[in-house]
């Protein structure tokens, strides 16, 4: 299957710092990338669509100002959390659409960004 | 509302059992319906993935069964074995580009020695 990285795998921040976490398509293009949040023990939550040369589309419940998303490039997104707080301590997962290529519809998953908050 | 519903929260099968996950979806535009495997801190990684237009696929040890008159989808692990432990998620999704997956919200499997 097609590769997904993330960047950083771990962070510990301090409050009021922000965080940049990346998500690279590594051998496919990718017009969309989607960002979800994972509590434990919990399922994926959808935070934001991430398309290619355009603003994201975020979920109900997401503030867009807090998580800012930007996709510069098809094989490239990235989600900053600004000013974090410790209610914001989640694992954060990307994944990427095959837009070529490939089954219209499959996803692929980065390994994920644990995200500590003190 | 919870689109997509996953059964049993959690699951425990002895080695070389047939564990058995199901999930029910309630939206008709749904077109494509993947499983995944997540072990603990990792992203979930594509098993296998069914579209409406057959009724069954199995790749290996996997098989999803599809009913679309009743809107449910399943995953079978046959010979189930110790590394198979993992949290599995149903997911549905619509075909058009850009739309994300919805998820179920996962079965705990542990299948013992």
């Known amino acids: 299957g097609a590769v997904v990285s993330q960047h950083p795998s771990r962070v510990i921040c301090k409050s009021g710092t922000s965080v940049k976490i990346e998500c690279r398509s590594l051998d496919f293009q990718a017009t969309t990338m989607f960002w979800y949040r994972q509590f434990p023990k919990q399922s994926l939550m959808l935070m934001a669509t991430s398309n290619e040369g355009s603003k994201a589309t975020y979920e109900q419940g997401v503030e867009k100002d807090k998580f800012l998303i930007n996709h510069a490039s098809l094989t490239l997104s990235t989600l900053t959390v600004t000013s974090a707080h410790p209610e914001d301590s989640s694992f954060y997962i990307c994944s990427a659409r095959v837009t070529s290529g490939g089954p219209s519809n499959e996803q692929f998953f980065g390994p994920g960004t644990r995200l500590t908050v003190l | 509302q919870q689109q997509v519903k996953q059964s049993p929260q959690s699951l425990i099968v002895q080695k070389g059992g047939i564990s058995i996950i199901n999930c029910a979806y309630e939206n008709t535009a749904f077109d494509y319906f993947p499983w995944y495997q997540q072990f603990p801190g990792k992203g979930p990684a594509l098993l296998i993935a069914i579209r409406p237009d057959v009724s069954e696929k199995k790749e290996g040890r996997f098989t999803i069964s599809f009913n679309k008159s009743a809107k449910q989808f399943s995953l079978h692990i046959m010979d189930s074995q110790p590394g198979d432990s993992a949290t599995y998620f149903c997911?549905?999704?619509?075909?058009?580009?850009?739309?994300?997956?919805?998820f179920g919200k996962g079965t705990t499997l542990s299948v013992s020695s």
């Open positions: 997911a549905a999704s619509k075909r058009q580009a850009g739309t994300a997956l919805i």
